[in-house]
């Protein structure tokens, strides 16, 4: 029988989340009951729309019926508690009113106005106010002072007194009388309970307005106190800084006008000298004892007294705190522009992130851009001259990274994007090698058993030279002192310029010939030194980084030391990096990886932390074009995802080949699945991230594959 209710009563019950309008809707309402419905676990209830609703879970006050017109509405309902303990109605309306509280002296302040009515002549002649010493006159022009209510010598903590008559405000009610004279106020109630002052006891608080009108909280606020505090422990925090800052700025007022009077009488005389004190040492500071330096001394005397003058009061401010300390700090603090850069994005760098830094770390980037200098004297990149009147002047930037083994190198790159085609540049094109020619090239070393070492080309592109006539501003930071304003004329390639790779390209070429070496026409930055057996050297250039491979390891150290005498170039020693691919060598194997790209990869789309995926694309997944409008913050996050992987394709990871190629195709407008399924790539990479391309010396030679299946891809 414990599942019955009282057929009509109250009822809360349980709305589901699909019905609700938003999160912050209550999660039940106050409905009838009607029973239990048939055939459903639920019961039936009637909402105030006169709407059926079907609940399996409500809460049940049998004891009020919200269709019953005569029984008023409970005002509380103890939820989850038999009948027995709910509260009656009659039980409700009495412990609902609280109980009268003490009056707040300091609430009796705003009931006060300063034009009291002419009040009734007493039966008794009022005594006489005890006589008080008559105050020297005010000078003309001289404000008074904001703090007139606190008595001379009274407590910061104790409610202020009143030097005028105050007249009770007439509460809701109370009316005029029928001559037209203003009521009278009523007679005074509980005299104890104002605060024991004589001027506030001759004026005591207005009971409340028998009509029930609004009326001021007669509840006590609690002020926060602060044991110890200089400013005292009852009055609030708030009303003492409000009070401070008036009497400051009254005694600013005071003490301007006294001395502009006094300057204006004696003008004659003398001449103020002395601006005025720093507001760190402003006058109204509270210890006095700060006092300034004597006019009379020497220098090093002020400066000693000026610093423990600044020492005393950072300490006084430190021990009782308060604004003045506050904006000390703040004014100390280090500016939002003075950060350290971020060391993620050395690229990103400009050379103002650079004078931010600390001196340490300054010294270094800046060392690092006068070697950039130097290398471009010592080419004789440029002549300084007087720049000519009608002819474009390019601008420049610095541009800084940070090598694997931690050298920081600074490149002077000029903004080729303002030149003109045809006026400053007419053909740019440079050929590149392939990263097929590098890994073939890898696996004849490693079954040939070869051996290779690297050479790293300083300043590479200042080695071209320059066919057009152009100019350039002066670096940033390194301007020739009493010569800003002339600019550069460039006799050589530079960074950033339109034609600048060709240039190299084509003193690169030049400078093989000599050497006896002779490129080859499937790819034009493989060069390779014959003999009448065989192919003695191969080199592999990539702009600045050369690899030297041969049989003999002396004839290929003789011919590299050859080279570096044309260019100034490091010795890199053997063959360790090359393109981002870490090379490692183990006896007869060569193992190619990238896992310190792969993770910057995984960082910068935010995939490290992910689940590892088996395959790299999911079982049966077949893309389809994306026919909505084309997004373009989307595209750009997609053809970056996209290119990371083409890179990480073609060096070391070619079991993604066909998922990357595939999912490249809707790089021209993908869609948040062809995204979503390019990082599925990703996740792939993560549980493949120790992988690395292994080549070995086999009695088979070099086998290679070819896919020559133009068929249905779906079947593969």
């Known amino acids: 029988m414990s599942h019955l209710k009282v057929f009509r009563c109250a009822a809360y019950a349980f709305l589901p989340l699909e019905i609700r309008k938003d999160k912050l809707s209550p999660k039940s309402k106050l409905m009838t009951y009607l029973g239990i419905e048939q055939g459903l676990k639920a019961h039936r209830f009637m909402r105030s729309s006169n709407r059926l609703f079907y609940a399996p879970k409500a809460l049940f006050d049998e004891e009020y019926f919200p269709r019953c017109k005569t029984q008023s509405q409970r005002r509380t309902t103890h939820l989850n508690k038999p009948i027995n303990e709910q509260l009656r109605h009659q039980e409700i309306d009495d412990t609902a009113l609280p109980a009268p509280l003490p009056a707040n002296p300091w609430d009796n302040l705003d009931r006060y106005r300063p034009n009291p009515p002419i009040p009734p002549r007493p039966s008794q002649p009022a005594p006489r106010p005890p006589a008080t010493p008559q105050k020297p006159a005010r000078q003309a022009g001289i404000p008074t002072p904001p703090l007139q209510q606190m008595r001379p010598g009274s407590a910061l903590d104790s409610p202020p007194s009143l030097r005028m008559q105050l007249n009770p405000v007439p509460t809701r009610g109370s009316g005029l009388q029928q001559s037209g004279r203003r009521a009278s106020p009523p007679p005074l109630a509980s005299p104890s309970r104002l605060p024991q002052h004589p001027q506030m006891q001759q004026h005591p608080r207005t009971p409340p307005s028998p009509s029930g009108g609004p009326r001021r909280s007669e509840r006590l606020r609690r002020v926060p106190t602060c044991p110890g505090n200089v400013y005292g ?131 270094d980037w800046i060392d690092a851009c006068r070697q950039e200098l130097d290398s471009l004297r010592e080419r004789r990149v440029y002549d300084l001259v007087n720049p000519l009147q009608g002819r474009r002047v390019i601008k420049n930037r610095w541009v800084f990274d940070q090598k694997t083994d931690r050298h920081k190198r600074a490149r002077l790159v000029a903004k080729g994007f303002s030149q003109v085609e045809g006026i400053d540049y007419d053909n740019v094109f440079s050929p590149v090698i392939r990263y097929e020619s590098v890994c073939l090239m890898i696996a004849l070393a490693a079954q040939q058993q070869w051996h290779m070492t690297s050479v790293d080309i300083k300043t590479a592109f200042l080695y071209g030279e320059l ?165 373009p913050k989307h595209k750009s996050h997609y053809q970056q995802v996209i290119g990371s992987l083409l890179y990480l394709m073609l060096g070391t990871h070619p079991d993604i080949a066909f998922a990357v190629t595939k999912m490249s195709q809707f790089a021209a407008n993908p869609s948040e699945e062809h995204l979503s399924k390019a990082l599925y790539i990703c996740r792939y990479l993560i549980g493949t991230a120790d992988y690395s391309l292994t080549y070995g010396r086999s009695r088979d030679g070099i086998i290679t594959y070819a896919d020559a299946d133009w068929g249905s891809v779906h079947t593969r």
């Open 467 to 631: 066919d057009e006539e152009l100019f350039m501003e002066q670096p940033e930071g390194f301007a020739v002192k009493g010569q800003e304003h002339k600019v550069f004329r460039l006799k050589h390639a530079l960074y950033g310029l339109k034609q600048a790779a060709l240039q190299w390209w084509k003193a690169l070429d030049k400078s093989m010939e000599c050497l006896g070496f002779r490129r080859t026409k499937s790819d034009s930055r493989i060069f390779i030194l014959t003999s009448s057996h065989g192919p003695c050297v191969i080199v592999i250039v990539y702009v600045n980084d050369a690899i030297f491979i041969g049989p003999d390891r002396h004839f290929t150290n003789r011919k590299k030391a050859q080279f570096m005498k044309g260019w100034d170039c490091q010795d890199l020693g053997d063959t360790k990096e090359f393109l981002w691919m870490k090379i490692h060598r183990q006896g007869t194997l060569i193992s190619l990886e990238q896992k310190d790209y792969l993770r910057t990869v995984l960082e910068h789309f935010n995939m490290h932390n992910t689940k590892a995926a088996p395959t790299p694309l999911p079982q049966g997944y077949v893309p389809t074009p994306n026919e909505s409008p084309e997004n």
């Open 233 to 363: 422990e009852q009055r609030h925090p708030t009303d003492i800084e409000r009070d401070m800052r008036r009497t400051q700025t009254w005694r600013e007022m005071t003490d301007e006008q006294r001395r502009s009077q006094s300057t204006s009488s004696h003008s004659d005389h003398f001449q103020e000298t002395n601006p005025g004190p720093s507001p760190l040492h402003s006058s109204d500071d509270p210890d006095q004892s700060l006092g300034e330096c004597s006019e009379g001394s020497d220098d090093s005397s002020k400066s000693a007294k000026s610093v423990d003058k600044v020492e005393e009061t950072l300490s006084y401010l430190e021990k009782h705190g308060g604004v003045r300390y506050l904006n000390t700090l703040l004014a100390a603090a280090v500016p939002p522009g003075s950060e350290i850069p971020d060391t993620c994005n050395i690229c990103e760098w400009s050379f103002k992130d650079i004078m931010c830094m600390p001196s340490a770390q300054q010294k």
